[in-house]
């Protein structure tokens, strides 16, 4: 029997979110969404995708359908027409089985998500040509979780509310800033434009493990540095009065601080520092 505390695969959170699931593995699904913050993030993430393909569709392609008379006579001589032949190539047997098993939808809804990475996210997600190749999401303001999951140092909330910090303490050394911009990409022409930031900031115990850091960019409109650190600046007060845990609020920093962001000001749009 599958633990319910193991991670739902991504074939698994599709098949929940679009109701395939049977009644037994939707309980156990819910149950486990409700204590791992990746298998949150991931569903969030592909429920998004699905539905920013969708805006599109309709934005773009809508107009351009003809007029339903036409389909519909076109239809009709289609199936009027004579039954294809069955084909029995070997390499379309795995489709034929699907589609005889009821699992047809499921097939299509997989490569309707593998084309959404090629078309779909190269104009929503991808980064203009002068950005870094690791950015997704919001143009710079959330780095690519590969490059930089985030790393803090083994610290007690009491060592966290009691440290003296200041920006000078944490300067990031030249070498290790010209690492970061390599790994995402970014020639040195581009850099004048992105500051480094940490993503768990030196406050909650964030270090400037080259893990820890991303270019975000400087003229960044809406989720923007600043916004963020009034976010850590709560994230700081909430666990130095044991509202939360210092691993809660370096998790969810490091998991997705615009969501964490909506979370700890009840908004959905980023509030303008005082």
């Not at 929940?16 to 791992?36: I, K, M, P, W, Y």
């Not at 999951?149 to 909330?157: D, I, K, Q």
């Amino acid at each position: 029997m599958r633990s319910e505390y193991a991670h739902r695969s991504d074939e698994e959170l599709l098949r929940f979110a679009d109701g395939e699931l049977s009644s037994r593995n939707v309980s156990q699904v819910n149950t486990h969404l409700a204590a791992c913050w990746d298998c949150r993030t991931r569903l969030r993430q592909l429920e998004e995708t699905i539905a920013e393909f969708v805006e599109v569709h309709h934005r773009t392609l809508d107009a351009q359908l003809p007029p339903s008379a036409g389909p519909r006579a076109l239809l009709k001589a289609r199936l009027a027409q004579p039954p294809a032949p069955v084909l029995h190539s070997p390499w379309l047997q795995p489709f034929q089985r699907a589609f005889a098993s009821g699992r047809l939808a499921y097939v299509g809804a997989m490569v309707l998500v593998v084309a959404l990475g090629t078309s779909i996210a190269h104009h929503f997600v991808s980064p203009p040509a002068s950005a870094a190749r690791g950015f997704r999401g919001t143009a710079g303001a959330v780095p690519d979780r590969r490059l930089t999951p985030g790393v803090a140092h083994p610290l007690s909330t009491s060592e966290v509310c009691t440290m003296r910090y200041s920006d000078d303490t944490h300067v990031v050394p030249a070498s290790v800033r010209q690492e970061v911009f390599q790994e995402y990409g970014m020639a040195g022409s581009q850099s004048k434009d992105y500051e480094l930031d940490y993503l768990i900031s030196p406050q909650l115990g964030g270090t400037g493990d080259i893990r820890n850091l991303w270019p975000e960019p400087s003229s960044l409109d809406g989720w923007n540095m600043r916004v963020k650190d009034a976010l850590e600046d709560r994230l700081h007060q909430l666990v130095c009065r044991d509202k939360i845990d210092l691993s809660t609020a370096q998790r969810e920093l490091a998991t997705d601080w615009i969501a964490a962001y909506k979370k700890y000001f009840h908004t959905d749009r980023p509030m303008e520092p005082l």
